[in-house]
Structure formats: C-alpha cells, structure tokens
C-alpha cells in the first residue's frame, strides 16, 4: 500500500505540472465560452474531475497554486497573497484550524476578545431559522426577539418546564421596562411600575402612601427608621446637652425659634420677700421654706435695726444632725430641751428629775466614771482574754448567756471539699487556699487508689525557706530547678552542665560507590549557644574495598558555629595501620585516612575531643565515607555509639 500510494502521489504532481504548463502555453490563446480543464483517471479513462469558469464570470482572475506539496492531512488550499490590481492571488496550504470562520460542529482556540459572530459595520446582525427572522440584534444594541409579523417569545427552559415572556396581543407601541437593582426585601412583594416602565419591589398594601419621613429640629432631636417605606416607628429622640442649660426662646428682642442655651437674669422675673434669691441685697420679708433645704454657710435674722441673730451647724463632720422644734410657744423662763432624736421641747430652767445614773454591765467588761451626777460619759471596756477563746453561746443544749471560750467541733459548720478542715476524714475535691497558710505536719495527696503520696519539709530548723512555683506545665522530660532564691522553672535536664547524650546506631549503615562525606544518620546530638561539650566517638567499621591497605575511609565532624578539637584515631586490622590526625575545620576530614578491613578484624575508629560551641546553635554531626574509589562500599556497623558531656 505504501509503494502504491507514492506512486499516485507522483503521478498527481505529473499531472498537475503539465496542467500548469499547458495553462500557461494556452494563456495568449482566445477564451471561448464552455471550456474546461479536466483531469482524468488513467486507470479509468471514462471518470474525470472537471473545472471551469461561471458563464457569469466578467473579469479575468488569475490563481497561483501552491509551490510544494501539503506537508499534513487536512490542509486546505487558502489565499495567502492577494494582487487587486492584476487580480492574481496566491493560494497556500494551511490547516482547517486556521479557517477564519465558524463551522457547523464547533471551533476551539477562539479569543473572546477577537472572535465573535456578528457585523463590523452599522447594519443589524439578524437569526434566522426556517428562512424566517427569530432574533435580531440592532446596530444601537437592542436585543429584538420576533418581528412584527411573526412575535416572539422569551422562554427560560427550569428543570421539567419552562417560563415565557410575550408581549401583549394587540400591543400597538413599545414599552420599556427597567428590572430593580436589588432582589425584594421581603416574602410577598410585587413588582410595581411607574409610566416610564422603571420597576422596582412593593407590598401590597390598601393605602397609597409608600414612604413617611420624619423631619425634627437637628440641633436638637436625632431621628431613626426614617423614611418607614412599609411598617415601623418614626422615632424622634432629644440629643445629649451640656449642664446648666435651658430650653428656651430668645434672651430678649423678636420671637425666635427656642434653643437650648444658659438662664440670663432676664428670664428670672422679679420676686416678692417671700423667696429666697442668690444675691446680697437684704429680703424684707417673711421666708416660705417647702421641704427640705440645705444652706451652705449661716442662717442670718436682722433685728429691727442692724443687729443680727445667726443659727449655724457645729464641727460635726459628716454626721447629720435633725432638730424638731416644739408646736406651741413657751412661757416665760422656760428653755428649749433635746431628746436624743433631737426633738426639742420647752422646759423650765431650775434642776429636777434623775440626778445620778449609773452602768451594770456583763463581767466581761470594766466600767468607769459610774455614777454620772452632773455630766460625762459612761465608759464600759472588755476585759483581756486567753488565747484561742472566742465570745460564743454554749457548746449544746438549751439556749445559754454567751461567755468567752475555746471552739468547738460542734462550732464547725459542715464545709464542702473546696475547705480545708482539721480533721482526719479524707477531703474528695479540690483544695482553694487563698493567701499564706501553714500546715503543720504532712500534706498527703491521694491517688486513684488507695496510694498517697506526701510532702513535708526537712528538718531545717527554725530556717524558713519559700518555694514559687512555676506559672506553666513543663515538657516531657524537663525537672524543677531552683535559683537559689526559691524561684522553681522546669528546665531540660538534657542541656545541663555535666547533662550526658548518648546516642547508637541501631543497624548497618552503608555507602557505596561515593567519596562525598556524608551525615550518619543515627550519630549526632543537639548544642546551644556558646555550650562546651566533650565527645566520644566509637565506629566499628566494615568494607569490601579490594585491597586491605588501602585506605577505605574518611571521618569528619560539622558543627553549627565555634572551635572543633578533635582527635580521629583508626586502629585498622594490624600494627602498621594505626594512623591518627586531628580533625580542627567543620565538614573536613583530617589528614589520615584509615584502613578498614572486610574480615570484621578491624579496630574501631574513635574519635575524641572537645566543641567549644559558637553564637549559633544547631546540631553536631559525624559525617564519614569511602575514602578512595577503589573502596567500593563502606559500612559502619550496628552498636557504634556517640557519648557528649556538656562541660561548660
């Protein structure tokens, strides 16, 4: 089939030649009507493809074919270059991708920017089906749907049915309407329309008012819910004023709108005797006093000439003091008397009644200046007492006078377990101690069980000593610390001074076929900031190199920041392979290689030295590999160990 095909290719492009060329012997030739150029098919001569000009067709055009063949399936013949003055144009081949134009099953790789289906110039882009308009959108932008002699209708396909917008049966004119901008503010609303089509969300309603506001003075009303378009409160409220100011009109002159403003002395209007004004001018007549009043100062009565009678308060403080003068007038001689509510009352001056009084009082207190037989006080004092005695009733039994005593047991009221109580019964809550407390003795807690675990201090004497615990849950593994004044803090005891880590390789490790250095994936441990940690290093190597005094392997140790002194020591498999060197720069191995056998008769690799840890924290890693790349594999073996003690 191959061959079969290429022969037809040749053939087609021979006969494509030769059309060309007769074309072109032919040009200078006379056009006559009905002629045509025919390919025919050799292997059966009867069968033809033909093409010819349209007998309509009154300019001459000139096509020139492409110069190569297709180089795909699917290429299409296009104009590329186009001549207009002598009507030559160039046609090429392209893909069907290319075909600027919208096919019957879809295109892709449009641009929505670019492509589009419509007009570039001023005429309406019309839809048609059945040969008849269906929609038509105008060069102004209006989206019409029918004609007028076949309507349209608008319908929205939902899930099982569909909705339809129509006009009017006999709608002789056009109406616009404009949709609301916002969806309806509640269930039951309507669209409403005004005479210019603008729609918008009403509720049904039997009155015509749509909207009420509420207009109040600014200066001093705020008002909320204003306009109320459907139901609600107009609300008018007074705004916050500042002290010692009135709502009033003008001080004086035209009427005017009221404000609030400050009393001037013309709002007050003149007064009789009988107020009281602040002022100094002297009042004539008789004072009407309603209710209680206060008077800052003195109380002062003119004589009939200038002489004055003044009443004013004592130096009593805070303390209040009520006076209830007598109902009737006194005869001659007679002076005023207070009860000790302040009740006064007329009295005659010469001495009668109690001449002596004296105090009894309880046993528990002293009584002095008893009897009184002019004037003075009477003083009662409590008597002293022993330690741990309270003032109480009897312990039980009937009803009794109180004495001073020891409490009781029976004094205790039942406390809950949020109470402490000197008892022996065991408390099932939780303990609340507000302030200092001491407890003499031991405090137990107990466990879940019938376990108690007990804290009680050391025989230190009569030395008090405070502890403050810390304000937060420590880690896993972290220990109460002291700083010598009391203060606990949990700390991780791992990162102390004299702290050990200690870490082991649970299996084989092994690298093959690389010299790089490389962390050991079990042998490293955590440094601080400026710590010292002595190390202690112990491999047990392995390797399959080839020749047992070769050197088969290289260490190294990296640390974050600081000073590496370190000693690498490799004990090989007899006497002349124990070599050793210094290891001083972070991820740099020393100057001895090691011998390694693969007989497992090798000693160990130690390592040993001090890291004086720098600013930086971080990890510190022993790192090793193949020394040489005849050293085909290198192993360390399982239970090699690092041992790190913090020293400073």
Request: with cysteine; hydrophobic share 35%.
């Amino acid at each position: 089939m191959k061959h079969t095909r290429f022969f037809h290719s040749i053939t087609i492009a021979a006969i494509v030649l030769t059309i060309v060329m007769n074309f072109g012997g032919a040009k200078a030739q006379s056009v006559h009507n009905e002629q045509y150029i025919a390919l025919q098919n050799y292997l059966a001569p009867s069968f033809a493809v033909t093409f010819g000009a349209s007998s309509l067709l009154a300019t001459n055009y000139t096509f020139l074919l492409p110069s190569s063949a297709p180089t795909a399936l699917d290429q299409t013949l296009k104009v590329i270059t186009i001549d207009p003055i002598n009507s030559v144009y160039t046609l090429g081949w392209g893909s069907a991708a290319n075909i600027t134009c919208w096919t019957l099953t879809g295109n892709s790789g449009t641009t929505s920017l670019i492509n589009f289906i419509g007009t570039t110039d001023a005429n309406d882009f019309v839809t048609k089906t059945n040969n008849i308009e269906r929609m038509r959108v105008t060069s102004a932008g209006k989206v019409v749907v029918g004609t007028n002699v076949n309507p349209g209708q608008l319908q929205l396909q939902g899930l099982l049915g569909y909705n339809t917008f129509a006009t009017g049966a006999t709608q002789s004119v056009g109406v616009n309407y404009t949709l609301p901008l916002t969806a309806p503010s509640v269930n039951g609303q309507i669209l409403s329309s005004t005479t210019g089509g603008a729609m918008s969300w009403t509720s049904l309603t039997g009155g015509t008012v749509t909207s009420v506001g509420l207009a109040l003075p600014t200066t001093e009303f705020t008002i909320s819910n204003s306009p109320v378009t459907t139901s609600g409160t107009l609300t008018g409220a007074w705004k916050t004023q500042n002290a010692a100011i009135v709502f009033a009109g003008p001080v004086s002159g035209a009427a005017a709108v009221p404000t609030f403003r400050a009393l001037s002395a013309t709002d007050i209007p003149s007064l009789s005797g009988s107020y009281i004004v602040n002022g100094t001018s002297l009042q004539t007549g008789n004072f009407n006093i309603s209710g209680n009043g206060g008077i800052g100062g003195k109380l002062q009565f003119q004589g009939t000439s200038t002489g004055i009678t003044t009443f004013q308060a004592g130096a009593q403080g805070a303390t209040n003091i009520n006076y209830t003068l007598p109902i009737t007038a006194p005869t001659s001689g007679q002076v005023l008397s207070s009860s000790n509510t302040g009740t006064l009352s007329w009295t005659n001056s010469s001495p009668s009644g109690v001449t002596s009084v004296g105090l009894a009082m309880p046993s528990i207190f002293t009584v002095t200046n008893s009897p009184v037989t002019s004037s003075g006080t009477l003083t009662a004092s409590l008597n002293s007492q022993n330690a741990a005695i309270v003032f109480a009733g009897p312990i039980s039994g009937a009803a009794a006078v109180p004495t001073f005593r020891a409490l009781s047991a029976t004094d205790i009221p039942s406390l809950s377990g949020s109470y402490i109580v000197n008892g022996t019964n065991l408390q099932t809550a939780n303990y609340n101690i507000s302030g200092n407390g001491t407890i003499d003795g031991q405090l137990q807690l107990k466990g879940t069980s019938t376990g108690i675990t007990t804290f009680q201090s050391g025989a230190q004497g009569s030395t008090t000593i405070n502890y403050t615990l810390p304000i937060a849950q420590g880690a896993t593994g972290t220990v109460l610390q002291n700083n010598g004044s009391g203060v606990l803090s949990w700390v991780d005891q791992s990162s102390q001074i004299g702290a050990v880590t200690f870490a082991i390789k649970g299996s084989d490790e092994t690298i093959t076929n690389s010299t790089t250095l490389q962390n050991d994936n079990d042998l490293s441990f955590s440094i601080g900031a400026n710590e010292t940690w002595e190390v202690v290093v112990q491999l047990d190597p392995t390797t399959d190199g080839e020749d047992d005094d070769a050197p088969d392997m290289k260490v190294a140790v990296t640390i974050p920041s600081g000073t590496l002194h370190v000693y690498a020591l490799g004990y090989g498999d007899d006497e002349e392979d124990i070599a050793g060197s210094w290891l001083t720069t972070s991820g740099t191995k020393g100057a001895t290689n090691f011998v390694i056998s693969d007989d497992d008769t090798a000693g160990p690799i130690t390592l040993q030295g001090i890291i004086v840890g720098g600013s930086t924290s971080g990890t510190v890693h022993i790192q090793w590999a193949p020394a040489t790349s005849t050293s085909k594999k290198a192993t360390i073996q399982k239970n090699s160990y690092l041992k790190a003690t913090r020293a400073k």
